[in-house]
């Protein structure tokens, strides 16, 4: 059986409160790219009561995602975001969901996001990340970016860090790992990523509640 929005809000805020609750059921937040950075992501602010998540891939589900992505044997072959719409449907049946199967470019990238509050990039593309940021912190400046730097190999976990760039500029990761250097991806360490974006969002959102008051 499942449960009522009513009963839903009212399980959202005996663990955040209603102040802090309410602010998550407002937002709305982008997930540019559905890998495993940005799928983890998605799952964790939709577990949080997110009000709205706008999703964003053009790549459909392979059976090398599998080990690290929020999707299932059976949607291979599926578009990331119809698969990864369905999954979340489960989890938070009462989030607004917007879905663009399209890979985000220079010239689409404002009409995509013009709506969002935050936006995560989750890119495993160099070229892309670089592309996202330099235009969220030229067209805008209002809004907050969380990024991702560095989550490939076995390394230390407690390499994984959150840094304040600017002050609406967030960078999650070491910083240094790459695929192509540490040989592999690990599920574990691509979540934790993926977790400290998910997690830097929610205090963004916390401290403009005053919720939060060691918002670094």
Same mark, same amino acid.
């Not at 790549?59 to 059976?74: A, F, S, W």
């Not at 049946?93 to 689409?108: A, F, L, M, R």
């Given at each position: 059986?499942?449960?009522s ?17 309410k ?24 577990r949080a ?7 964003i891939?053009f790549d459909k589900?392979d059976i090398t995602?599998?080990?690290?992505q929020?999707?299932k044997v ?9 698969a990864?719409?369905? /999954? $979340? ?6 989030? !607004? ?8 470019? %220079? =010239?689409?990238a404002?009409?995509?996001l ?8 989750a ?6 990340k ?14 907050y970016?969380?990024a ?9 976990? /407690? $390499? ?6 600017? !002050? ?8 240094? %790992? =790459?695929?192509?250097?540490t ?8 979540m934790?990523c993926?977790?400290h974006?998910a997690?830097?969002?929610l ?5 403009a ?8």
């Amino acid at each position: 059986m499942i449960p009522s929005k009513e009963e839903m809000t009212r399980a959202f805020e005996s663990r955040h409160g209603a102040e802090l609750q309410k602010i998550f059921s407002s937002s709305t937040v982008a997930v540019c790219g559905l890998g495993g950075l940005g799928s983890n992501i998605s799952v964790s602010l939709a577990r949080a009561g997110i009000g709205r998540l706008i999703l964003i891939d053009f790549d459909k589900v392979d059976i090398t995602n599998l080990h690290r992505q929020q999707y299932k044997v059976n949607q291979i072959g599926i578009h990331k975001t119809e698969a990864l719409l369905s /999954n $979340l449907r489960e989890i938070a049946p009462y989030t !607004e969901y917007e879905t663009h199967n399209v890979k985000i470019t %220079s =010239d689409n990238a404002f009409e995509l996001l013009k709506s969002a509050d935050i936006i995560c990039e989750a890119f495993d593309n160099p070229e892309s990340k670089a592309m996202l940021a330099n235009l969220v912190l030229e067209e805008f400046p209002d809004k907050y970016l969380v990024a991702a730097s560095g989550m490939a190999g076995i390394g230390s976990p /407690n $390499l994984i860090k959150t840094r304040k760039i600017s !002050e609406k500029f967030y960078l999650c990761g070491d910083g240094v %790992s =790459d695929v192509n250097i540490t040989g592999g991806l690990f599920s574990s360490r691509v979540m934790l990523c993926a977790a400290h974006q998910a997690h830097t969002v929610l205090r963004i959102l916390a401290s403009a509640s005053n919720c939060n008051n060691d918002h670094q």
